[in-house]
């Protein structure tokens, strides 16, 4: 599971990069990623993360998968340095011992339990939340930069928390029928399908560490409280500390890790655009003692404008 979120974050945040920017809330953004191999492939990847998490919350706590979930960025990491040739500092790989240490902490304190009923009120209050995270989306999609991805990331985090607690106690469904049947299902998919939408929108605002850290952060901590209050999550006896110190220490390590995973991705987008650029014009981009000569051309998507003012200009494929 760790392993499909990992490859999944670094192939959606590359489409998301390489999509035109949405400036509301529309679902249409789905549509145009799923016309990048490179996003397909990445949902294929989340879809298998997200099937075998749910198998794991048959017996496991949410505190153990929720983090383990949120560990992918590391598996993220890791292979930015090995396909995409990123650099490791000596940070990040103390990051990353920090989040092995941190899972294994919560492996050790995490007691195997099946889930109790989520009850009516329960989903009622799920309904409720998806209908709130949805206006408040709404709303959020009008900010820009840091602020949108951290607002739009907050409320995908908690829209797959969401889904994490329904699924949770669906996945203990004694047959087929009795898993179509539950509504908790149609809650699980709804949740899923906002968030998808919400963390789309937020990797397009041009910060993919704030919408990644505020997502990992929203949708592990509500998750873990929710389970240990209502859901039958356990650990084991004179080892809640571990299990403390595990979740603190992996959603720091996480979150530190975003750091280092954002710039260089889109360093190398903007290196993509400027060769682009170069190869198109057949010499240098503009000096600064040129850009002080006539104004450039505004039109969208002028390439000599985006290579001038430093902005990076997003860029589609078919």
Known sequence: MIVAYGVANLLQSVAATR???HRTFDPGLLLRLAGHRTYLVGLACQVGGFVLAFLARRDLPLFLVQASVAAGL??????GVLVLKWRLPV????LLLLLFAGITALVLSARPAPSKPLGTAGMITLLVTLAVIAVLGFFAVRLHGAPGSVALGSLAGLAFSAAAV????LASATSWDALLADPLLHLLIAHSIV??????????????????AAMDAAGAVPAAIVGLLLLNDKIWPGREWLAGIGFLVTLAAVIGLTRYAEPQHHHAVARE???AVVDRTKGPLLTPAVAEGPRPNTEPGNPAQAASTGLRRPTTRS
Request: hydrophobic letters at 50%; aromatic letters at 0%; glycine letters at 10%.
């Open 19 to 21: 999509t035109t920017v």
């Open 74 to 79: 590391g598996v993220t990491a890791i292979l």
């Open 91 to 94: 940070a990040e790989v103390v």
């Open 166 to 169: 329904a699924a949770r106690p």
């Open 195 to 212: 968030g998808q939408l919400l963390l789309g929108l937020a990797m397009q605002r041009g910060s993919t560490t704030a919408a990644v």
């Open 273 to 275: 655009t400027t060769r």
